[in-house]
Nanobody
């Protein structure tokens, strides 16, 4: 099975930046759409950003557009989420997810592999 491992979470002040990384196993990574999701306490998991197989198309949640950037390096089997101008509302556990069929959608139901998550906490 595909394994995804997130890293880069932590505590940061509002207005600061963090970069999350996701390392994927397998040689089929380049054909997968990839997504970042987050889940805050008392909230359902929601899309943050997604990127198609080639990296040429991206999806962003309205709440993060202009502040977050998703990217991928297929040669290294990694996907990253650069988070700038962080807000307290961004506090959540962030999950990396893979869509093996490359549907490239915002709904979590299309993603069949998930990492364990990394905590991002933004303080005021």
């Amino acid at each position: 099975q595909v394994q995804l491992v997130e890293s880069g979470g932590g505590l940061v002040q509002a207005g600061g930046s963090l970069r999350l990384s996701c390392a994927a196993s397998g040689r089929t990574f380049s054909s997968y759409a990839m997504g970042w999701f987050r889940q805050a306490p008392g909230k359902e998991r929601e899309i943050v950003a997604a990127i198609n197989w080639s990296g040429g198309n991206r999806i962003y949640a309205d709440s993060v557009r202009g502040r977050f950037t998703i990217s991928r390096d297929n040669a290294k089997n990694t996907v990253s989420l650069q988070m700038d101008n962080l807000k307290v509302e961004d506090t959540a556990v962030y999950y990396c997810a893979a869509d093996s069929l490359n549907y490239f959608r915002s709904s979590s139901r299309y993603y069949d592999y998930w990492g364990q998550g990394t905590q991002v906490t933004v303080s005021s």
